[in-house]
């Protein structure tokens, strides 16, 4: 199992569901409120330790209780926060999100996760050397993810970014990056393309881009140029917040698998993830996992090109 080195955001969730989202100007009821760790970052974390890898992050939270209280989940996790930084006189980040019929809305007030600077990196650059693979994100500093993209290259670590919230990127930090993750919308952000026309970026980039495509699965170009379909595994969705973070922190994980195989284990983590409210709730754990693969269908399908 990887040794996996996140670098990213850690967020306290303030969670409400309700029945509808409200349009703009309305006022409805919501029917629970709830507070739950999260962040792209520590989501992805949490995944790739629950399934078995050793974890250490690089992250910076505020001074506050919320801070407190999310270093003191992901060491009980058992991830290494040695490399979280405590910024005085800031706060935490914090996401709002609206949960309704397992579909979310989320707000995201970075917080101490903007002050996380390359120099925090470079102070934790025995993290990269001792990892063996890196995982990083779009809720801290983009000068930051190039950092640590830099830093990956150095020491010869695979670099895996998941680029959420979407942003278009720099060619020289496409260049570092072993795989990236999208979904349909972000691919499209990326590279500036027309929505749509993400088969011909998977051809360009094969094996280097699997795109997440909600209940349609996963999609990548094997070394032959070959679309392949990863089909969506059927479960009971309650919330779908952190399901892409699950996939992710699952590739991290197992990386080194065969592409197809690995694949389909990120799937099926991010379908459990879904079964359970919050982020990290359904998170499952490397027998849970196993338990379900065992259980259900085998496919990735070929699907020409
Ligand atoms: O991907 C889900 C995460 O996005 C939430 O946990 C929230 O904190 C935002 O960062």
């Given at each position: 199992m990887n040794s996996v080195l996140v670098i990213g955001s850690i967020n306290m969730d303030l969670v409400v569901e309700t029945g509808q989202f409200p349009a703009p100007g309305e006022t409805v009821l919501g029917l629970r409120f709830d507070t739950y760790p999260g962040g792209k970052g520590a989501n992805q974390a949490v995944a790739a330790r629950r399934l078995g890898a050793q974890v250490a992050m690089i992250g910076c939270v505020g001074d506050d209780a919320f801070g407190q209280e999310l270093v003191g989940r992901l060491n009980g996790e058992g991830?290494?926060?040695?490399?979280?930084r405590v910024a005085k006189g800031i706060r935490s980040g914090v996401a709002t999100i609206t949960v309704s019929q397992a579909e979310n809305s989320i707000v995201v007030v970075p917080g101490a996760n903007h002050q996380l600077t390359p120099a925090d990196l470079h102070a934790a650059a025995g993290a990269f050397a001792a990892a063996d693979v890196v995982l990083c994100q779009l809720e801290i500093p983009l000068a930051t993810v190039a950092a640590a993209a830099d830093l990956a290259a150095q020491h010869g670590k695979p670099f895996l970014l998941n680029?959420?919230?979407?942003t278009q990127l720099p060619q020289t930090l496409l260049a570092r990056v072993a795989m990236l993750t999208p979904n349909e919308h972000e691919l499209a952000t990326v590279f500036s393309?027309?929505?749509?026309?993400?088969q011909a970026q998977l051809v360009k980039y094969r094996q280097r881009i699997v795109m997440t495509r909600g209940a349609d699965g996963a999609w990548f170009a094997d070394a032959d140029g070959r679309l392949r379909q990863q089909t969506a595994f059927r479960v009971t969705a309650?919330?779908?917040?952190g399901a892409g973070d699950t996939f992710n922190g699952a590739l991290a994980a197992f990386w080194g698998l065969e592409q197809a195989e690995l694949v389909r284990r990120a799937c099926a983590a991010s379908a459990l993830s879904v079964?359970?409210?919050?982020?990290?709730?359904?998170?499952?754990?490397g027998e849970a996992l196993t338990a379900f693969l065992a259980a259900a269908a085998p496919a990735t399908a070929a699907a020409g090109g």
């Open positions: 991830i290494d926060t040695q490399h979280v680029p959420a919230p979407a393309n027309a929505p749509g026309a993400w309650i919330d779908t917040t079964t359970r409210a919050g982020a990290q709730g359904g998170m499952p754990t």
